[in-house]
């Protein structure tokens, strides 16, 4: 349902349920995730589910939905450079490429 659901709705449908329905709209979202959920692995959906959680969890606290955004991306950023990020991740990995000549 959800890719074909998501499809079916322009922009300005989803704005207007957003505007007229926002009960609806996060039903409609919440059974889209699911089913994205229910689609992974199954050893990684209850890890993704308790993301989910996070991520509603901001969402419900934050004071707006901008300012739930820019959490968002810094969780994101963090992931990527924090101390434990990808960026280190990549540093710290003993696997070297040899990078070999290119021949004419």
């Keep these: 349902m959800s890719q074909s ?7 300005d449908q989803w704005v207007e349920l957003a505007q007229k329905n926002p009960k609806k709209l996060d039903q409609i979202k919440q059974k889209m ?43 994101m950023w963090k992931q990527i450079y924090g101390g434990q990020g990808l960026v280190s991740a990549c540093q710290l990995s003993s696997h070297k490429a040899k990078i070999l000549p290119l021949k004419k």
């Design 5 to 11: 659901f998501f499809s079916q709705l322009s922009f």
């Design 33 to 75: 995730v699911n089913e994205v959920i229910d689609q992974a692995a199954s050893d990684r959906q209850l890890r993704l589910r308790a993301f989910q959680w996070k991520l509603e969890q901001i969402s419900r606290i934050a004071p707006s939905p901008l300012s739930a955004c820019i959490t968002y991306s810094h969780m």
